[in-house]
């Protein structure tokens, strides 16, 4: 099956600062997405972006398809941002999650 | 627009017993599908449905099983509970293949 890694395993930053997640994945994929993960427990979704690039406010994303990577841009981070990023890749049917990133922005 | 419901939100339940949980997709998506995540992990796909019928498995054993309503909703049922099985198991939906899945806020199940 797909291969997901993500990195890095764990980031720490200041406010107002600003981070790149990274994504690879192992094969062609027709579905990718960005999820943050609340300390609830609740995935919400950032991006679906299997290539391009989008915005939005302050995250932006892009997919490289051909060289199966992608990057999440966090620009001028708040402690709101902290919690878990995953990036979950597929084709039909299934997606397979990375083990995530874990950010913590502090004051 | 109600996104994706699951409940219940939190369950206890013994080794051995059988659970099912339940999940109702967002207004407009007719394709479900189940993960499992561990603590500290990454959500694991368990199986996707579509038009009633299990479409896609993941590799979880043969007591793991559910089943999608005409309605779309859909429930996960397993059986003999193990310790093991103790996760946040979260439903997600989307419209056939298209666009991205929206993930509900999980049931959280605890084997005791």
């Known amino acids: 099956g797909i291969q997901v890694e993500q990195s890095p395993p764990d980031l720490i930053l200041q406010e107002g600062a600003n981070s790149t997640l990274r994504c690879n994945f192992s094969?062609?994929?027709?579905?990718l997405q960005w999820f943050h993960q609340n300390p609830w427990g609740q995935l919400i979704n950032l991006f679906y972006i299997p290539s391009g690039t989008k915005q939005n406010g302050r995250l932006s994303a892009t997919t490289v398809a051909t060289e199966r990577y992608s990057l999440l841009y966090i620009s001028s981070s708040q402690t709101t941002d902290s919690g878990v990023y995953f990036c979950a890749v597929g084709n039909a049917g299934k997606s397979t999650f990375g083990d995530g990133t874990t950010l913590t922005v502090k004051p | 627009d109600a996104g994706v419901t699951q409940s219940p939100t939190h369950l206890i339940k013994t080794r051995g017993q059988q659970v099912t949980l339940r999940c109702s997709p967002k207004?407009?998506?007719?394709?479900v599908s189940w993960y499992q995540q561990a603590l500290g992990q990454g959500p694991q796909f368990i199986f996707q449905?579509?038009?009633?019928?299990?479409?896609q498995r993941g590799n979880f054993p043969d007591r793991f099983s559910g089943h999608q309503f005409p309605n779309y909703s859909s429930e996960l049922n397993v059986n003999a509970l193990l310790l093991g099985d103790s996760a946040l198991y979260l439903c997600a939906s989307r419209y056939r293949d298209f666009y991205g899945y929206t993930f509900g806020s999980g049931t959280r199940l605890t084997v005791v």
């Open positions: 207004s407009g998506h007719d394709t």
């Open positions: 094969d062609s994929v027709n579905n």
């Open positions: 449905y579509y038009e009633e019928e299990e479409r």
